[in-house]
């Protein structure tokens, strides 16, 4: 398990648009569809990453507080499934069964959409606003596999809530840490 951490993108870039399949019957998603009323969550995940298996059960959880606030979410995997066939799409599927995700889980199969937003690692969260401008990149908290922190969602909280009361978020943001994403 090799860590990397994410880049740290300008705040107040746009999401790049996309149209991703959900992997499975080619149906096709794009972020105009896909985006919440105040504001989304984009988040690089993957199956078998063990900073995503630390964190899923907490962010399912959390991702309620994003639903219940209209902040739209949607979860990318873009490793390379010929060396990790535990990404697959199939295995997507069961993943988000699983887990109960109530957000897509989509298949950026050419990694496209992962160099257009620069992700670097798994889990890796860009929070925009109701514009689509970048408002929060960073790290879900400082808990990470093995190091005895337990799990909060403080940084992304903080991020949301700051988010939700329409203010400036004006705290530190740290890089997230996780397995870097399987390129081709």
């Not at 690089?44 to 907490?58: A, D, G, Q, R, T």
Request: overall charge positive; hydrophobic content about 35%.
């Amino acid at each position: 398990m090799a860590a990397t951490e994410s880049k740290m993108v300008s705040l107040g870039s746009k999401a790049p648009d996309f149209s991703l399949s959900n992997g499975l019957d080619n149906t096709f998603l794009n972020l105009t569809d896909l985006k919440g009323k105040n504001g989304t969550l984009i988040l690089f995940i993957c199956n078998h990453c063990p900073y995503v298996l630390h964190i899923i059960n907490h962010f399912i959880l959390f991702s309620k507080k994003l639903i219940e606030n209209e902040i739209g979410i949607i979860a990318i995997s873009s490793n390379d499934i010929n060396n990790y066939p535990e990404d697959s799409p199939a295995n997507m599927l069961k993943f988000s069964k699983k887990y109960n995700f109530s957000f897509p889980y989509l298949f950026d199969e050419k990694q496209d959409v992962a160099k257009k937003y620069d992700a670097t690692c798994t889990p890796d969260f860009f929070l925009y606003d109701k514009n689509l401008s970048l408002f929060y990149r960073g790290r879900y908290d400082k808990s990470r596999p093995n190091n005895n922190e337990k799990l909060s969602a403080q940084d992304l909280d903080e991020a949301v809530n700051s988010l939700i009361k329409n203010k400036k978020f004006s705290k530190t943001q740290y890089p997230s840490l996780g397995c870097n994403i399987k390129w081709k």
